[in-house]
Each structure stands twice: as structure tokens, then as C-alpha cells.
Nanobody
Framework: QVQLVESGGGLVQAGDSLRLSCAAS????????MGWFRQAPGKEREFVAR????????YYADSVKGRFTISRDNAENTVYLQMNSLKPEDTAVYYC??????????????????WGQGTQVTVSS
């Protein structure tokens, strides 16, 4: 089974950038399509971005399209989420997760299998 560890979160001001990392161990990350989700206090977990096994295909939630970029380095067993032009409404715990499927559509969280513990992103106005 794969283990995932997110890092890179922090407290930033609106308009700043952050890059989140999701490091995998236990299995080769290239075996999985990957996704990023986030959960704000009192809200349901929501989809942010997903990437195919090779990294050639990506898909984003409308709320982050044009500001966030998902990428992966299979040689390093790591997936990234570059977040630019951050807004206070981006404040949440961010999670990465594995999936055995990839589609260019918004997925359900239930279609993802293994999850990391999350990293907190706080954007002040």
C-alpha cells in the first residue's frame, strides 16, 4: 500500500504563491493517477485538481483554474500543486490522494483510495 505525505503549506497573504508537495512511499507513484482535494472548516472536502499517470492530462476545479497547476515527477515519486494568486477562500487543509482511474471531469472523493494526512494552507486578506 502506498503512503502519502503532504508538505509545503503555511500562512501567506492574498496574492502570494505556495507549492505543495505530496511524497509517496511504499509503491511507485507512476502506478496511480493522482488528485488534490481541500477541506475548509465546516465544509465538505472538495476537488481541486487531478493528473493522469504520465502527467500529460490534467483537470482543475473551476475555482482554481488558471491559478493552480498540478504536476508530477514519477522519478521522484512526488506530485506537486503550484498555487498562485492565492485568495482567502483558498484557506483549507489540502490533501493528495491516489486513484486507479482518470477522467477529464470532477471526481468524487470516494473514487480515490489512499490519502495523505493533509497540510494546512491559510491565506490572509
Amino acid at each position: 500500500q502506498v503512503q502519502l505525505v503532504e508538505s509545503g503549506g503555511g500562512l501567506v497573504q492574498a496574492g502570494d504563491s505556495l507549492r505543495l508537495s505530496c511524497a509517496a512511499s511504499g509503491r511507485t507513484l507512476s502506478s496511480y493517477a493522482m488528485g488534490w482535494f481541500r477541506q475548509a472548516p465546516g465544509k465538505e472536502r472538495e476537488f481541486v485538481a487531478r493528473i493522469s499517470w504520465s502527467g500529460k492530462s490534467t483537470y482543475y476545479a473551476d475555482s482554481v483554474k488558471g491559478r493552480f497547476t498540478i504536476s508530477r515527477d514519477n522519478a521522484e515519486n512526488t506530485v506537486y500543486l503550484q498555487m498562485n494568486s492565492l485568495k482567502p477562500e483558498d484557506t483549507a487543509v489540502y490533501y493528495c490522494a491516489t486513484s486507479s482511474t482518470y477522467h477529464n471531469s470532477v471526481p468524487q472523493a470516494s473514487s480515490f483510495d489512499s490519502w495523505g494526512q493533509g497540510t494546512q494552507v491559510t491565506v490572509s486578506s
